[in-house]
């Protein structure tokens, strides 16, 4: 049985990678586009019955698709596969390690330039959500704490930008 199993998920792997692989060629006249090659690599691991006998189909297929939409850049529909790993027995610490990467790099990307206060509230609740997967509970504290200063800095600066606009209008008498 474990040899099979072993099979399975070797095959499961190369077939979304071959898929994968293909995608991102735009198709190549196989597939018309990467979520079509990926379409087809499901419903093939769908049609195997060498998978389904080999059982834990489910969460090898759920962990397959979560690791192409994460190399696509599909973060909402990576995270629905990954929420629903989260209490598997064989995928779970891993698929809590890509949640928690994921929140914080979703963090960082809301504390790009140009600094908003939007932004820096966005990346407090993606802090937030990083602090339930046990691999970034650190970083996630470190990052709510770094929202608050940063959002402490912003709002000074535009108090700072107010009053100087307040003092020159007075000087130049456009009160």
Not at 30 to 48: G, I, M, T, V, Y
Not at 77 to 87: G, I, K, P, S, T
Not at 134 to 150: M, V
Request: proline share 3%; aromatic share 10%; net charge neutral.
């Amino acid at each position: 049985m474990a040899t099979n199993r072993f099979f399975v998920a070797n095959r499961s792997f190369l077939l979304g990678r071959a898929y994968f692989e293909l995608g991102k060629l735009n198709g190549a006249g196989a597939c018309q586009s990467r979520e079509a090659c990926f379409e087809k690599a499901a419903s093939e691991l769908e049609l195997d019955t060498a998978a389904r006998a080999a059982g834990k189909f489910r969460d090898e297929y759920v962990f397959l698709r979560a690791s192409v939409y994460l190399a696509w850049d599909q973060s909402t529909l990576a995270r629905r596969d990954l929420e629903f790993l989260r209490e598997s027995p064989e995928f779970g610490a891993l698929a809590r390690q890509e949640l928690g990467d994921m929140f914080l790099s979703d963090a960082k990307r809301h504390l790009g330039p140009p600094l908003t206060l939007p932004g820096i509230l966005a990346a407090r609740v993606a802090y937030r959500s990083a602090i339930s997967a046990p691999t970034a509970a650190l970083a996630g504290q470190l990052g709510i704490a770094e929202t608050f200063l940063l959002e402490a800095g912003l709002v000074h600066e535009l108090a700072d930008r107010r009053a100087r606009y307040a003092d020159a209008a007075r000087e130049f008498g456009q009160v």
